[in-house]
T-cell receptor
Framework: ETGVTQSPTHLIKTRGQQVTLRCSSQ?????VSWYQQALGQGPQFIFQ???????GRGNFPPRFSGLQFPNYSSELNVNALELDDSALYLC????????????FGPGTRLTVL | KQEVTQIPAALSVPEGENLVLNCSFT??????LQWFRQDPGKGLTSLLL?????REQTSGRLNASLDKSSGRSTLYIAASQPGDSATYLC????????????FGAGTRLFVKA
């Protein structure tokens, strides 16, 4: 059984560009959540997908969008990158949308110049 | 609006000491509370999950308690070791206007040999 994987590991972009981050959930997990973690802070919830539908969203602007595919893998897309988007982006998967334990991937470090 | 606070922000203890980390949350309507460990620049490792109907969970030297009515959880670490040095994060899962997971800012623990 493989755990949660994320790609790429590191990414450098410039202001105004667009970026896509990818996450493969743990086998059998149908729920994926995405988080942004700035240096020295706790993760901030971006959104959650359950069976290909977004069913929860944090305080992030619409330029943060996502997708979940039939195999439950997921993408996070960020348009019009800003300097403050520089952070560690984490995804987590769980079996079902509410009660179950979340398992995290290693993260993608995004730097916006 | 759910808010999660962790006290203390940082803690330094000698090896072998027993210690308690605190987590408080403002809204008792939670699905569960989960404790994580994070090493610098890495993803999160799940330590313990407590469902809203449970009072405590134990794993090895770790014991987590939950008092939903007072909005508090504690993580007890017995006989601390230098390898326990990390940031410890607590998170509550809610269905507040859609599913959300809210993290505290974490407690940075340093165990001196």
């Amino acid at each position: 059984e493989t755990g949660v994987t994320q790609s790429p590991t590191h990414l450098i972009k410039t202001r105004g560009q667009q970026v896509t981050l990818r996450c493969s959930s743990q086998s059998g997990h149908n729920t994926v959540s995405w988080y942004q973690q700035a240096l020295g802070q706790g993760p901030q919830f971006i959104f959650q997908y359950y069976r290909e539908e977004e069913n929860g969203r944090g305080n992030f602007p619409p330029r943060f969008s996502g997708l979940q595919f039939p195999n439950y893998s997921s993408e996070l897309n960020v348009n019009a990158l800003e300097l403050d988007d520089s952070a560690l982006y984490l995804c987590a998967s769980s079996l079902d949308q509410g009660n179950n334990e979340q398992f995290f991937g290693p993260g993608t470090r995004l730097t916006v110049l | 609006k759910q808010e999660v606070t962790q006290i203390p922000a940082a803690l330094s203890v000698p090896e072998g000491e027993n210690l308690v980390l605190n987590c408080s949350f403002t809204d008792s309507a939670i699905y569960n509370l989960q404790w994580f460990r994070q090493d610098p620049g890495k993803g999160l490792t799940s330590l313990l999950l407590i469902q809203s109907s449970q009072r405590e969970q134990t794993s090895g030297r770790l014991n987590a308690s939950l008092d939903k009515s007072s909005g508090r959880s504690t993580l007890y670490i017995a006989a601390s070791q230098p390898g326990d040095s990390a940031t410890y994060l607590c998170a509550v899962r809610t269905e507040e206007g859609g599913f959300k997971t809210i993290f505290g800012a974490g407690t940075r623990l340093f165990v001196k040999a």
